[in-house]
């Protein structure tokens, strides 16, 4: 190899298929393959699992009865016999010349060809004795192999890919070794390396895959965590960037009435962050550039109404708004409720003899007949219509608006890219409209940063005053529950009303909806026989649905007993009681998004969480729920028990580039990384001069992956 050579890229080495290193052939790269290894880079970007400190590890003799322990061993013996009800036991005896030990494993068989004779191993478990032998039932093993060196990398494996740790360990050695010729060119700048006394790559990807000590492997780490994040970074910041210098957007005038005359008219004041929110969006809407804002509040904070001062925000300055909702049903009542906010205000109208007219609100989904359908269509495209509410409908083709600012989209995260671009061509005579997406499932800053970070973030963080949290238990076992229902029908007898949610079954929705049904008619013949009771569920026709809400909302049925369509947004303030069944197979946001349903008028919200979990993770669920009614202390607690795969995973479809970055333990870095990459950005927006870097986003956050931060 010519020594001239450039330093090796990242995007060199995905050009380098694993078929090229000596030892891999087509069914080794077969085996790699299962691991979606196919190019060195993804060969090297295959971190250690965890790794094994030889200084360590534990002499047999040493072990007393109850230690948890890491032992080296040659494997001796290995057995297997039949136990009672077709169960297996195999024994494996192991020794590392002070001693020996039995490693026991239940229906393992396998384990005897995995373990021959003269192998040694890595085995970590708890020590007990049994009738005088030293034991440790099912430990973790892996193999060795004839590796040497002070820390073993574990890498993780699958058992479809049939490859050892330490035959990858040598592929990725190989890689390493074949790479130092030319060096890996680093791309992040200098001056960032120094700043946070970084490692160079290459020292880092040498670290992380054979440190000489656990301390060069956390340089090595933090420096490779770093890099993930300032990718993702950069996309999002480069992003963001580009939407503000579009200089396409409307310029809002700011200085009508109307909104004004609405907060007059509410009766109650503006929380402090109501008005600081109200503040960051008006700022946004009287400038050129398209605003582009997530608004995140707990379950009741208040978003409406910041919802509706945007779109009066346009209003009083002559363009028409458009709030778009998840569901009919969700768009059916923001749009009673946003009328009835709004009440007999006008807005000016120079062709009136008055001066002013209505303000005009309409509904407009596919439930609404044909003729107010078409009437509504009409008026948008003259500007006869003010603000209109609706569903995806709100952006067929056939919708035309005269001048559309202001689109408010509540829970975004139901809405993809096309729905967005189709919203931007709908302001096309006028400018690209303001979009501000509201979400009622808080994540964590940081997570925040790294999900929305396209978006401006506008964070409600203050309850209206007045209203006492609701109380959570968790009603275990038939008496606990047989209370519930007492309570249930207490309340009722007092004039409130109640929700029952049976669990969304993913497999199946027919199962689902019998499920549903099931619990309806029991409930109606048994517990709670005497009340009028309805039921909700997807396969319900719409007009059903609508007629069911309707009279749930006038209160002629007392308990609504339904799949998860009430967890966004249902208002119905005279509902006091949620009960939620099987509440262990909720999520912690979903679950918080129940609850809020209720408590949402003068009286005390009650919320019953029945269940039986049969995992810890379920049962942590339910208790974070009973101890917090904080929706971002809880967000926190649903990262750490769910780690953040599932976070990015509700934005991110496809593979993501955090492989060692934990959005809840590399927190600070996240915040780093996004300083760093503003102030890239801020200088370089297209990463002109920082063209390795630019490339590398590029390649790993490339289309697919760039999807995911789109998705608003
Ligand atoms: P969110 O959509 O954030 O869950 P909503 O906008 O539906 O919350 O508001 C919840 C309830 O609180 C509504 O009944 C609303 O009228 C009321 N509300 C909103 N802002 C205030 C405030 N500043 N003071 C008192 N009540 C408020
Ligand atoms: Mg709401």
Redesign the pocket.
């Known amino acids: 190899m010519p020594t001239g050579d450039p330093p090796l890229t990242l995007r060199d080495l995905a050009g380098i298929k694993v078929t090229n290193l000596s030892g891999v052939g087509e069914k080794t790269a077969e085996k790699l393959l299962a691991l979606e290894i196919s190019t060195v880079l993804d060969l090297i970007q295959h971190y250690p699992r965890r790794y094994l400190d030889r200084t360590r590890q534990a002499q047999i003799a040493d072990l007393l009865p109850g230690d948890e322990a890491t032992v080296l061993g040659a494997v001796r013996s290995a057995k297997s016999r039949p136990l009672r009800g077709r169960r297996t036991l195999t024994n494996v005896v192991i020794g590392d010349g002070t001693g020996e030990l039995t490693l026991t494993f239940f229906n393992q068989r396998w384990r005897e060809r995995q373990l021959k004779q003269g192998m040694e191993v890595l085995v970590h478990g708890k020590l007990k004795l049994f009738r005088g032998e030293r034991q440790m039932a099912a430990p973790v093993v892996d193999l060795v192999g004839d590796r040497t060196g002070r820390i073993i990398p574990v890498y993780p494996q699958s058992t479809k890919a049939d490859l050892s740790t330490w035959e990858l360990a040598k592929l990725i050695e190989e890689a390493l070794r074949r790479s130092r010729v030319r060096g890996f060119d680093d791309p992040v700048p200098p001056e960032v390396l120094d700043r946070f006394d970084f490692v160079d790559r290459e020292a880092a990807l040498h670290g992380i895959h054979h440190p000489t000590s656990m301390a060069e492997m956390q340089q090595a780490r933090r420096r490779l965590v770093f890099d993930e994040l300032l990718r993702v970074q950069l996309e999002l910041v480069r992003r963001k960037a580009s939407i503000e210098r579009e200089a396409s957007g409307v310029a809002h005038d700011m200085s009508g009435e109307l909104v004004d005359c609405f907060h007059a008219r509410?009766?109650?004041?503006?929380?402090e962050a109501?008005r600081r929110v109200n503040a960051e969006i008006a700022h946004d809407l009287s400038a050129e550039h398209p605003m582009h804002r997530l608004l995140q509040?707990?379950?009741?904070?208040?978003?409406?109404?910041?919802?509706v001062t945007a779109l009066l925000t346009a209003v009083q300055g002559g363009y028409q708004g458009a709030l778009m909702a998840p569901t009919e049903v969700l768009a059916e009542q923001h749009y009673l409720?946003v009328r009835d906010?709004l009440g007999d205000l006008s807005v000016p109208d120079p062709t009136s003899l008055l001066g002013d007219r209505p303000l005009r609100v309409e509904l407009l989904t596919n439930s609404v007949g044909a003729t107010a359908r078409r009437q509504v269509l009409d008026d948008l495209i003259v500007g006869g219509v003010d603000v209109v509410i609706g569903t995806h409908a709100l952006i067929q083709e056939k919708v035309q608006y005269q001048s559309l600012g202001m689109v408010v989209i509540d829970e975004q995260h139901r809405f993809g890219v096309e729905q967005r671009a189709a919203l931007r061509d709908k302001g096309e005579s006028v400018g690209v409209p303001d979009v501000l997406v509201?979400t009622?499932t808080p994540i964590p800053r940081t997570a925040a940063m790294t999900v929305y970070g396209d978006l401006d973030v506008s964070t409600?963080d203050e309850m209206?005053?007045?209203?006492s949290p609701i109380i959570t238990s968790w009603a275990e076992g038939p008496i606990a529950e047989s209370g519930v229902w007492e309570t249930v029908r207490n309340e009722v007898a007092q004039g409130r009303q109640a929700y029952v949610v049976c669990p969304l079954i993913e497999e199946s929705e027919v199962i689902e909806v019998r499920s549903v049904e099931d619990a309806f008619v029991e409930l109606q013949n048994g517990e709670l026989s005497g009340l009028r009771v309805g039921l909700l569920h997807g396969r319900v026709s719409p007009a059903e649905k609508e007629a069911t809400m309707a009279h749930f909302r006038e209160g002629s049925i007392d308990v609504l007993v339904a799949t998860t369509v009430v967890e966004v947004?249902v208002?119905v303030?005279n509902a006091t009681v949620m009960v939620v069944f099987d509440a262990d197979r909720f999520g912690i946001a979903q679950l918080h998004q129940l609850r809020?349903r209720v408590g949402?008028?003068e009286h005390q919200g009650l919320c019953y969480l029945l269940g039986d979990p049969g995992t810890n993770d379920g049962k942590a669920r339910i208790e974070a729920l009973v101890a917090s009614t904080d929706g971002f202390e809880l967000a926190e607690v649903d990262l750490e028990i769910r780690g953040e795969g599932t976070i990015m995973g509700e934005r991110q479809k496809g593979r993501n580039d955090l492989r060692l970055a934990s959005l809840r333990r590399d927190k600070e870095w996240v915040s780093l990384a996004r300083e760093v990459a503003i102030g890239i950005i801020a200088d370089d927006p297209e990463l002109a001069d920082h063209f390795e870097l630019g490339a590398e986003v590029d390649l790993m956050l490339g289309d697919n992956e760039a999807e995911f931060l789109m998705k608003s």
């Open positions: 509410l009766p109650f004041a503006l929380t109501q509040g707990d379950v009741g904070s208040g978003k409406t109404v910041v919802a409720s906010m509201m009622a409600l209206p005053p007045g209203r947004g208002d303030p809020g949402r008028g």
